[in-house]
């Protein structure tokens, strides 16, 4: 059974850093791409990050430059390291497999980790 | 950037209602679409990928068609655990892109 269990969500200041894991298990780990989806209090999905099985990346351009997806192949283990956080970063950030390596589709998805960025 | 437009945006129907649910892109994504549904307070989950791929475990009353620009997610006889919001994405380029959602209410 595939199972994502994410975690590191809280409470930062503006300005501030974060850095989300989420721990994967139930499938080959390396073989998929990983990827990270948010949603704001009552808003719609947005895409944020994707990372290949083989480290390719891609950011949504609202983060660029600001966020970091990464992977631990050997650790089954999915990051994505925050910083210089907004107030419009606040939502729930979910952990998403893809069907293949290549990211296109979330075939399953973590629980959700709520980050709230506030002073 | 690929837009993509869900409509209508909410929906009222009745248990056992067809209710049909459209997503344009902006531009061609040939057949690399796929529609999630979202209950209140949970993660999504992955109705139909490649525009009628069938996932899973999915009952047979979702159905997915559609190409290039214009496609639809087909509910042919709602049921009550059918109530939630449905959302479309395009898995063609990045950046992924999602619609704004529709939400399917109880009339």
């Known amino acids: 059974e595939v199972q994502l269990l994410e975690s590191g969500g809280g409470l930062v200041q503006p300005g501030g850093s974060l850095r989300l894991s989420c721990a994967a298990s139930g499938f080959t780990f390396s073989s998929y791409a990983m990827s990270w989806v948010r949603q704001a209090p009552g808003k719609g999905l947005e895409w944020v990050s994707t990372i290949s099985g083989v480290y390719t990346t891609n950011y949504a351009d609202s983060v660029k430059g600001r966020f970091t997806i990464s992977r631990d192949n050997s650790k089954n283990t999915l990051y994505l390291q925050m910083n210089s956080l907004r107030a419009e970063d606040t939502a729930v950030y979910y952990c998403?497999?893809?069907?293949?390596?290549?990211?296109?589709?979330?075939?399953?998805w973590g629980q959700g980790a709520l980050v709230t960025v506030s002073s | 950037d690929i837009q993509m437009t869900q409509s209508p945006s909410s929906v009222s129907a009745s248990v056992g209602d067809r209710v049909t649910i459209t997503c344009r892109a902006s531009?061609?994504?040939?057949?690399?679409l796929a529609w999630y549904q979202q209950r209140p307070g949970k993660a999504p989950k992955l109705l139909i990928y490649a525009a009628s791929g069938f996932q899973s475990g999915v009952p047979s009353r979702f159905s997915g068609s559609g190409s290039g620009t214009d496609f639809t997610l087909t509910i042919s006889s709602l049921q009550p655990e059918d109530f939630a919001t449905y959302y479309c994405q395009q898995a063609n380029s990045f950046p992924r892109t999602f619609g704004q959602g529709t939400k399917v209410e109880i009339k």
């Open positions: 531009q061609d994504i040939s057949n690399w």
């Open positions: 998403a497999k893809s069907i293949t390596a290549a990211g296109r589709t979330f075939i399953y």
